[in-house]
């Protein structure tokens, strides 16, 4: 089964709404000839920007989060509805610095994959072990479990709208990638389980990213790894000169 690469750009809270259309069209050019797929995840109020700026372009456009509920005394909260009304197509869930500052939980992350799904927009499920896991030795175990949470209740016909981003928190924002055997390991671990819930087929046919310190140098060594389809990328998606040479990491 081949799968095409899924390159995602995580903003985080980087760019203004001006900052973002200038950025976008002159990503547009350099990216146009790939056959992947490539995102920009963008702060929520550049969205529209993103948006008409990547129009006539390869570039989807993402948000970094959402509410799980439809609306009501949330303040400060965005819903699935909103993001769709402006056009999107994807978003994070459950990015590690959610979990680590906003108290995103497995529980929360669950919730708003569920929400995601039937609304419509695909999400990008993160996960991933801490320095102190992966020193224990339960990466696989403590991996397999946020993976099972986050899938509750996802059907086999839904796993074909969701993308699950292997990010090990030590590896995040650290210059520290994972080495490419390291992140494969971790992948085909997600696959296997996957695997184990929805049958080979289904496993086969999803999206398994790793992020953490991707770069210009990385890139294609571990893009080329069996079980990763891409990658999330933070710091190295904010200039256009290197998440273009992310984006054409086989030319
Ligand atoms: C991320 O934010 O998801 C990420 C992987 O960041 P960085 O590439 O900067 O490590």
Redesign the pocket.
């Known amino acids: 089964m081949s799968r095409k690469k899924i390159i995602a750009g ?1 903003w ?1 809270m980087n760019k203004t709404p001006s900052e973002t259309a200038v950025f976008i069209k002159e990503l547009s050019d350099k990216v146009n000839q790939t056959n992947d797929i490539i995102i920009c995840a963008v702060p929520y109020v550049c969205i529209p920007a993103a948006l008409k700026a990547s129009k006539r372009s390869r570039i989807k456009i993402a948000a970094q989060n959402m509410h799980y509920e439809d609306n009501g005394a949330y303040t400060g909260e965005i819903s699935a509805n909103m993001l769709l009304d402006l056009g999107v197509k994807y978003v994070i869930i459950g ?3 959610r979990r680590q500052y906003f108290n995103e939980t497995d529980i929360t992350v669950n919730k708003k994959v569920l929400k995601a799904l039937k609304s419509g927009l695909k999400p990008i499920i ?1 996960v991933g072990e801490s320095l102190e896991q992966r020193e224990m030795g339960v990466t696989s175990d403590y991996v397999r479990y946020q993976v099972a949470y986050a899938l509750n209740g996802v059907s086999v016909e839904d796993l074909k709208n969701i993308i699950i ?1 292997y ?1 090990p928190i030590w ?4 210059g520290k990638t994972a080495s490419n055997e390291q992140a494969n390991d971790v992948c085909k671990t997600i696959r296997e389980a996957l695997v184990e819930k929805y049958g080979r087929r289904a496993a086969n046919a999803t999206y398994i990213q790793y ?5 210009t140098k990385n890139a294609k060594d571990l893009f080329g790894m069996s079980d990763i389809d891409g ?7 904010l200039k256009t000169e290197d998440f273009d040479k992310i984006v054409n990491y086989n030319k």
């Open positions: 995580n985080k990015h590690s610095e993160c981003a990010e590896a995040i924002g650290t992020g953490g310190s991707v770069n990658g999330l990328v933070g710091g190295a998606s």
